[in-house]
């Protein structure tokens, strides 16, 4: 039986509570004696339990709204308490692997929308700086080259131009040692400047190479022929040259003239066997080694004139001695004419070189 079943009860009247607690189970054989005390006392008691009944429900109430009250408070100080004084639980939070390979998973997924396009943008920035470096040092490079090789060709055409002067030198009559020996040293410097022209020229595009090859063969070969002929100047100079030799008079000493004209001879002949061969000047050549074998002749008969005191004998064969010379000069001039008039028309068929 609960509370308001048992105010219900004490509420009834007595008639009605035999019929109550029939309904609610309990036995109704008991008599009710109703007497006036009874009566009266009964109603003081349901007064007075009526009154306790509702100040019950009064205290009933005012404990229920209490406990509301309080626990509406608690709950809201806890909550406050819960909200200023617990950190946030997101980071206490463990996560399981799953979260943890799922997060790592989506971190790469964002990584990868622009892990990409920065890959392909670095890639692309790698080529064409690559390219471009490369492209700019092939530049770079041709423009080196082609400035080396112009001014290879520069230097090389200027050296060119002083071949005729050097075949002016080479072939002048008047023969000049200071003047020869120049002429040797720029002859080295033109043959090095082609050999590097010639190797220039190997890697480059040139129009009619074949025209060019052949300019630089006659150029070698002009080069080759000035230096031997000053190689057989300067041997040339050194044979048969008598100077104050031949100037014969009373003083003279037989024994030392027999002398100087021996070591005239013999050195004449040690340079002619010296002399280079060169085409244009077999014929001289030739000439030399005859007019050697007749200044020796002549040397011996003039001692033996001389020994034997036959002086227009001596005299006639001194004439014979230097026109000896003079003849070999002659012939040696005439030769040294032939070649320049030869190679100045080559010189002057040769195209400047690209």
Known sequence: MNIRDYLFI??????NKIKILDVLGFESDTTLIQTPDIIKEMDNLKVSSELEVVDEEI???????????????????FQEQTTDDSPNTETFVPLNITTQIRKIWTDLEKRRQW??????IVIGIVIISSVSIFFINSR???????????????NTNIYIEKLPELLAVATNPFYSRYDVSNASADLQIIETSLIQYQSDIIDREVPN??????????????VEKLDQ???YRIMHSEILIYEDTLNIDEDTLIDDLANELSLIGAKSNLNGDTLPKIEEFNDHKQ?????????????????ASLRNNETEVANTLISAIELNKKSEISFFNDSLLNFQSKYESILENIEKLP
């Not at 205290?59 to 100080?77: H, K, P």
């Not at 892990?115 to 392909?120: A, E, I, M, N, T």
């Open 209 to 222: 190479r074949t025209n060019i090859e052949d300019s630089l063969n006659q150029l070698f070969n002009i």
């Open 10 to 15: 004490r509420k009834a009247k007595s008639s």
């Open 229 to 231: 002929l000053i190689t």
């Open 140 to 154: 770079n490079e041709n423009i080196a080259s082609e400035t080396l090789s112009n001014s290879i060709s520069e």
């Open 287 to 303: 000439l030399v080694n005859s007019a050697l074998i007749t200044a020796q002749d002549l040397h011996g008969r003039l001692v």
């Open 115 to 120: 892990v990409r396009p920065s890959l392909l």
């Open 59 to 77: 205290e009933a109430i005012e404990i229920g709204q209490q406990l509301i009250n309080t626990d509406y408070s608690y709950d809201q100080d």
